[in-house]
């Protein structure tokens, strides 16, 4: 992973997730079903693919209002994956309470140094802690 420059058309942006902390300091994960075909039974974050015309943000509030119910403001670009087809957001202002979809099994609320509790996808874990290292700069 790199660190994110403002993205620009000689990246193939492809998908957005979102490492979201509530006013805890907690993380929201997703377990998958089983029968996924990416990482099933894993413990993931919020986020998918863009569809045509839309801007990563866009995305971003469209998969976690599916996903969760919860509707988000002022997501903070923090990352892109080593690939450049994803960009990772830090969002800690949103309403709701989660409501999952079908698309998953149960969600949690962790804090970061809880995450090794949980069977997560690869690489989620430090996602999530250079994501709370970031808050301090967004304050």
Not at 2 to 20: E, F, Q
Not at 109 to 116: A, C, G, N, S
Request: contains cysteine; aromatic residues 12%; hydrophobic residues 40%.
């Amino acid at each position: 992973m790199k660190p994110l420059s403002k993205y620009n058309c000689s990246r193939m942006i492809k998908g957005a997730v979102a490492v979201m902390f509530d006013k805890e300091g907690r993380t929201l994960i997703l377990l998958r079903p089983a029968t996924d075909r990416w990482m099933p039974r894993k413990w993931a974050l919020v986020g998918g693919k863009l569809d045509n015309g839309e801007t990563p943000e866009q995305a971003l509030a469209r998969e976690v209002k599916e996903e969760t119910t919860l509707i988000i403001r002022s997501p903070r670009e923090f990352y892109v994956s080593d690939n450049g087809e994803v960009l990772y957001y830090i969002v800690k202002d949103y309403e709701g309470e989660v409501c999952i979809d079908y698309e998953h099994d149960d969600f949690a609320w962790v804090y970061p140094e809880d995450l090794t509790n949980y069977d997560v996808v690869s690489g989620l874990g430090a996602l999530v802690w250079r994501a709370r290292e970031m808050l301090t700069y967004y304050a």
